[in-house]
Antibody
Framework: EVHLVESGGGLVQPGRSLRLSCAASGFTFDDYAMHWVRQGPGKGLEWLSGISWNSGRIAYADSVKGRFTISRDNAKNSLYLQVNSLRAEDTAMYYC?????????????????WGQGTTVTVSS | QSVLTQPPSASGTPGRRVTMSCSGSYSNIGRHTANWYQQLPGTAPKLLIYNFNQRPSGVPDRFSGSKSGTSTSLAISGLQSDDEGDYYCAAWDDSLNGWVFGGGTKLTVL
């Protein structure tokens, strides 16, 4: 069974940084692109970033470009999101999600299995 | 304001059929696949439909999707109280070079 577990969230002051992690199991991690998606309190879903299976293609939403960095370690079956210069509007649940298509790029199929999320709260 | 437009709410009575729409443009639904996600209260999103009308294994055939031009629709037949939640469409957008979600439709089973 595919399983994704996010960690690294918490309460952080504006301007600080966090590194979110996503541990994957139950599938061949290095066959699939991966994504980060967030959801603010009472709000809809917002795609943040995607990374191809070999890190050869990476894309970001304009809202986080330059502040967030996605990466992966296929040897550790792990996905990461470095989030810098945090703002109050970054307060959200952050989900990692596996792509649907094996060996495909980040724009071909989209997200299928999602983790349970990790909460980031930005407040002084 | 999302580039994919969904009605904010939909409703139906148990056993009936409800449909919800997702309107986009050529740069997203017109050129790329679109998916539907179900988010029940307090849970993570779940893939319901991919590539407009494909159901992942385990998703009941009560759920179906379709495409027409630059729009996609989700239909739920045999409505159940457990179907109450939020439904989101998503597609890759060439202009934004990223995935975009609709604003979501909140389904109420009366």
């Amino acid at each position: 069974e595919v399983h994704l577990v996010e960690s690294g969230g918490g309460l952080v002051q504006p301007g600080r940084s966090l590194r979110l992690s996503c541990a994957a199991s139950g599938f061949t991690f290095d066959d699939y692109a991966m994504h980060w998606v967030r959801q603010g309190p009472g709000k809809g879903l917002e795609w943040l970033s995607g990374i191809s299976w070999n890190s050869g293609r990476i894309a970001y939403a304009d809202s986080v470009k330059g502040r967030f960095t996605i990466s992966r370690d296929n040897a550790k079956n792990s996905l990461y999101l470095q989030v810098n210069s945090l703002r109050a509007e970054d307060t959200a649940m952050y989900y990692c999600a596996k792509d649907i298509g094996s060996g495909k790029g980040i724009n071909d199929y989209g997200m299928d299995v999602w983790g349970q999320g990790t909460t980031v709260t930005v407040s002084s | 304001q999302s580039v994919l437009t969904q009605p904010p709410s939909a409703s139906g009575t148990p056993g009936r059929r409800v449909t919800m729409s997702c309107s986009g443009s050529y740069s997203n639904i017109g050129r790329h696949t679109a998916n539907w996600y179900q988010q029940l209260p307090g849970t993570a999103p779940k893939l319901l439909i991919y590539n407009f009308n494909q159901r992942p294994s385990g998703v009941p055939d009560r759920f179906s999707g379709s495409k027409s031009g630059t729009s996609t629709s989700l239909a739920i037949s045999g409505l159940q109280s457990d179907d109450e939640g939020d439904y989101y469409c998503a597609a890759w957008d060439d202009s934004l070079n990223g995935w975009v979600f609709g604003g979501g439709t909140k389904l109420t089973v009366l």
